[in-house]
């Protein structure tokens, strides 16, 4: 083991004399000090002197001589905790001669990760130019502590309070504005008062625009974590390195972020958001009817197929940016993505998708068909812009009118301002992947398939982060859990088709009818039909939203009974024909045999008698 050697010295200073024993002079005429250091005659008093330590380390090139020293300490104690650390710090490989900062750390690392993906590369830049660098740069590798980092997030909160305030001036001076603007609009053809209300406007439309110089975003909990990940990514590194020897970011603790979770436009805060102007959350999702409406709205737009193909299969707008004609196949349903364009500074690059992402996407027949309307209309804008010697050979699959790529924020803007032209609630274009997922998990779906369709790594990333529920599931499951409780209270039902049950139906005033049941979509909604006979004419048919095919039974016993009595008939008889259906049918469909007299007298007459001893028997 390294000897560690210890020394106690002072910083007493006394003249140095020249070999005549004269005191040394400097340009100015006062003597030139030395330090006494070990050799002070006062060292033992108390706190005259302080404690040193040094131990050698291995030699460097052509066998330098290389040693750690320190001082400063109080004790020999304090000096001794102090070697030993440094010393398992050099046994461990740490150059503890280095006097590299933290700044030049960082710097060589950025440098070094040349393989990160563009907009990886673009956030640790970002994090190291605003946040690292300013805090932690001019500290010495061998100095930082957790402390440095705790205070680096102690300065940011502090700024995000000061950024808090010019916020709320801005938003005073924008209100300023915009009422100066209104006075302006009102003073209309008066003269001297548009005059004046035109100046108020030019002024507080100059105070807005100083007020927002130096203007930043606020720091938010979800970036203070992104930045602690750079900064743990780079301190492990540098452990690797053997220039750290903690990752003292691992130890920070940051405020908890709360991913959003999606909402649902539902008609009450359709109804908050057109009187307040306020949306509900950050991320929102249309229902189905809304999402239809928009498709409809666009219908006329150059881009439908693409606004199509991001409601009904989720993909990035990269990913659609990127797209190349032949990863499109019409003929057997598929689209594969391979591909991506990535927006850094709105300067578009071309970039491989993670290895989750690239994947094959069956689509639709309905998306194939609109897919190969938008690929008819862009061979013609190809031979118009061809003519003017103008296309542009992209090879995308959604292009501008001339051929141009589009670009990924400019997809952005556009679908921003088409929801605002249809009139519906806001969304952004994002949040279609929500609505992609969100239909599909209504519609049955397995949450495996829309995992691969959109790319992620896991389910448990789809079903957490973008699978909102749907108003009709929220349905769905209140019916299916009232359902599996038996209970003789009121029946619902929406009739399709008014029952009227003919002559023909009635022998010797009795009828056999047969009420047939059978879901369909999630199982929610039954179909319900009277008829005399399998593959008959159907007389009548009801909707009814349970879940059980026992409750879809007795509202189809309870409808007919209705009926029966605003006719004047009765039912005599009503018997479940259930164990007639297929097993593996059972749950979604139903069959129950009514026995009607249309006499509508006290007890059985005489033709019901025999309809019954007939039965008996049979």
């Given at each position: 083991m390294t000897e560690i050697s210890y020394s106690r010295r002072c910083a007493c200073k006394v003249p140095v004399l020249d070999a005549a024993g004269a005191p040394v002079l400097l340009s100015d005429g006062t003597p030139k000090m030395k330090e006494v250091g070990a050799t002070c005659p006062k060292l033992k008093q108390k706190g005259h002197s302080t404690w040193y330590f040094y131990f050698e380390l291995e030699p460097g090139e052509n066998g330098k001589r290389r040693r750690l020293r320190r001082g400063g300490f109080k004790t020999q104690d304090d000096a001794k905790v102090e070697a030993k650390k440094e010393l398992k710090k050099a046994e461990g490989g740490t150059d503890v001669l280095s006097s590299a900062s933290v700044g030049e750390d960082l710097t060589a690392w950025v440098e070094r990760k040349g393989s990160l993906a563009r907009t990886t590369s673009h956030g640790y830049e970002a994090h190291i130019r605003l946040y690292l660098m300013p805090h932690l740069g001019h500290i010495k590798r061998k100095d930082l502590h957790a402390r440095h980092i705790e205070a680096m997030y102690a300065a940011i909160k502090k700024e995000n309070a000061e950024r808090l305030l010019h916020h709320g001036r801005v938003v005073e001076l924008t209100k300023a504005r915009d009422a100066a603007k209104e006075a302006w609009i009102r003073a209309s053809g008066k003269g001297e008062e548009r005059r004046r209300a035109r100046t108020a406007y030019l002024d507080a439309?100059?105070?807005?625009?100083k007020g927002r110089r130096g203007l930043r975003q606020i720091t938010g909990p979800a970036t203070l974590h992104r930045i602690n990940a750079t900064l743990s990514s780079f301190l492990n590194s540098g452990i690797k390195r053997l220039e750290y020897q903690t990752n003292w970011a691992s130890l920070i603790e940051l405020p908890t972020v709360k991913r959003p979770k999606?909402?649902?436009?539902?008609?009450?805060?359709?109804?908050?958001?057109?009187?307040?102007?306020?949306?509900?959350?950050?991320?929102?999702?249309?229902?189905?009817?809304?999402?239809?409406?928009?498709?409809?709205?666009?219908?006329d737009d150059r881009l439908y197929a693409l606004w199509d193909t991001f409601t009904f299969l989720g993909p990035r707008r990269g990913e659609m940016a990127a797209l190349p004609p032949e990863e499109v196949s019409l003929t057997d349903l598929w689209m594969r993505i391979s591909a991506q364009l990535v927006e850094?500074?709105?300067r578009v690059y071309g970039e491989e998708p993670k290895a989750d992402s690239v994947r094959t996407m069956s689509i639709s027949a309905h998306s194939g068909r609109v897919l190969a309307t938008h690929l008819a209309n862009q061979q013609r804008e190809r031979a118009e812009w061809e003519?003017?010697?103008?296309?542009?050979?992209?090879?995308?699959?959604?292009?501008?009118?001339?051929?141009?790529?589009l670009h990924p924020d400019w997809i952005s803007r556009r679908f921003k301002r088409l929801v605002e032209l249809s009139g519906l609630p806001p969304v952004r274009l994002h949040d279609l992947r929500h609505l992609s997922a969100s239909l599909a998990l209504l519609a049955n779906n397995d949450i495996k398939v829309v995992q691969e369709r959109l790319g992620h790594s896991s389910r448990q990333i789809t079903s957490d982060t973008y699978t909102s529920v749907l108003p009709e599931l929220f349905r769905a499951e209140a019916e299916s859990t009232v359902a599996v409780v038996p209970r003789g209270g009121e029946l619902t039902y929406t009739v399709k088709k008014a029952l009227t049950i003919p002559d023909s139906a009635f022998a010797q005033d009795v009828a056999v009818l047969f009420a047939h049941a059978a879901s369909y979509g999630r199982g929610a909604l039954w179909a319900i039909g009277v008829q005399a006979a399998a593959g008959g004419e159907v007389f009548g048919q009801i909707h009814a939203e349970v879940q059980a095919a026992e409750r879809a039974a007795a509202t189809a016993e309870a409808w007919l009974r209705t009926h029966c009595a605003e006719q004047g008939y009765e039912v005599i008889r009503t018997e479940s024909?259930?164990?007639?259906i297929p097993d593996d049918q059972k749950k979604t469909m139903t069959l129950v045999r009514l026995v009607i007299d249309r006499t509508a007298v006290s007890g059985h007459d005489e033709p019901v008698r025999r309809f019954l001893t007939s039965t008996r028997t049979a």
């Amino acid at each position: 083991m390294t000897e560690i050697s210890y020394s106690r010295r002072c910083a007493c200073k006394v003249p140095v004399l020249d070999a005549a024993g004269a005191p040394v002079l400097l340009s100015d005429g006062t003597p030139k000090m030395k330090e006494v250091g070990a050799t002070c005659p006062k060292l033992k008093q108390k706190g005259h002197s302080t404690w040193y330590f040094y131990f050698e380390l291995e030699p460097g090139e052509n066998g330098k001589r290389r040693r750690l020293r320190r001082g400063g300490f109080k004790t020999q104690d304090d000096a001794k905790v102090e070697a030993k650390k440094e010393l398992k710090k050099a046994e461990g490989g740490t150059d503890v001669l280095s006097s590299a900062s933290v700044g030049e750390d960082l710097t060589a690392w950025v440098e070094r990760k040349g393989s990160l993906a563009r907009t990886t590369s673009h956030g640790y830049e970002a994090h190291i130019r605003l946040y690292l660098m300013p805090h932690l740069g001019h500290i010495k590798r061998k100095d930082l502590h957790a402390r440095h980092i705790e205070a680096m997030y102690a300065a940011i909160k502090k700024e995000n309070a000061e950024r808090l305030l010019h916020h709320g001036r801005v938003v005073e001076l924008t209100k300023a504005r915009d009422a100066a603007k209104e006075a302006w609009i009102r003073a209309s053809g008066k003269g001297e008062e548009r005059r004046r209300a035109r100046t108020a406007y030019l002024d507080a439309n100059n105070a807005l625009r100083k007020g927002r110089r130096g203007l930043r975003q606020i720091t938010g909990p979800a970036t203070l974590h992104r930045i602690n990940a750079t900064l743990s990514s780079f301190l492990n590194s540098g452990i690797k390195r053997l220039e750290y020897q903690t990752n003292w970011a691992s130890l920070i603790e940051l405020p908890t972020v709360k991913r959003p979770k999606p909402l649902v436009w539902t008609p009450e805060r359709v109804e908050h958001w057109r009187r307040t102007g306020e949306k509900p959350g950050p991320v929102m999702v249309w229902t189905p009817e809304q999402a239809g409406s928009f498709l409809d709205f666009v219908a006329d737009d150059r881009l439908y197929a693409l606004w199509d193909t991001f409601t009904f299969l989720g993909p990035r707008r990269g990913e659609m940016a990127a797209l190349p004609p032949e990863e499109v196949s019409l003929t057997d349903l598929w689209m594969r993505i391979s591909a991506q364009l990535v927006e850094v500074a709105y300067r578009v690059y071309g970039e491989e998708p993670k290895a989750d992402s690239v994947r094959t996407m069956s689509i639709s027949a309905h998306s194939g068909r609109v897919l190969a309307t938008h690929l008819a209309n862009q061979q013609r804008e190809r031979a118009e812009w061809e003519g003017e010697e103008a296309w542009v050979e992209s090879g995308r699959f959604f292009t501008m009118e001339n051929g141009a790529e589009l670009h990924p924020d400019w997809i952005s803007r556009r679908f921003k301002r088409l929801v605002e032209l249809s009139g519906l609630p806001p969304v952004r274009l994002h949040d279609l992947r929500h609505l992609s997922a969100s239909l599909a998990l209504l519609a049955n779906n397995d949450i495996k398939v829309v995992q691969e369709r959109l790319g992620h790594s896991s389910r448990q990333i789809t079903s957490d982060t973008y699978t909102s529920v749907l108003p009709e599931l929220f349905r769905a499951e209140a019916e299916s859990t009232v359902a599996v409780v038996p209970r003789g209270g009121e029946l619902t039902y929406t009739v399709k088709k008014a029952l009227t049950i003919p002559d023909s139906a009635f022998a010797q005033d009795v009828a056999v009818l047969f009420a047939h049941a059978a879901s369909y979509g999630r199982g929610a909604l039954w179909a319900i039909g009277v008829q005399a006979a399998a593959g008959g004419e159907v007389f009548g048919q009801i909707h009814a939203e349970v879940q059980a095919a026992e409750r879809a039974a007795a509202t189809a016993e309870a409808w007919l009974r209705t009926h029966c009595a605003e006719q004047g008939y009765e039912v005599i008889r009503t018997e479940s024909l259930a164990d007639q259906i297929p097993d593996d049918q059972k749950k979604t469909m139903t069959l129950v045999r009514l026995v009607i007299d249309r006499t509508a007298v006290s007890g059985h007459d005489e033709p019901v008698r025999r309809f019954l001893t007939s039965t008996r028997t049979a």
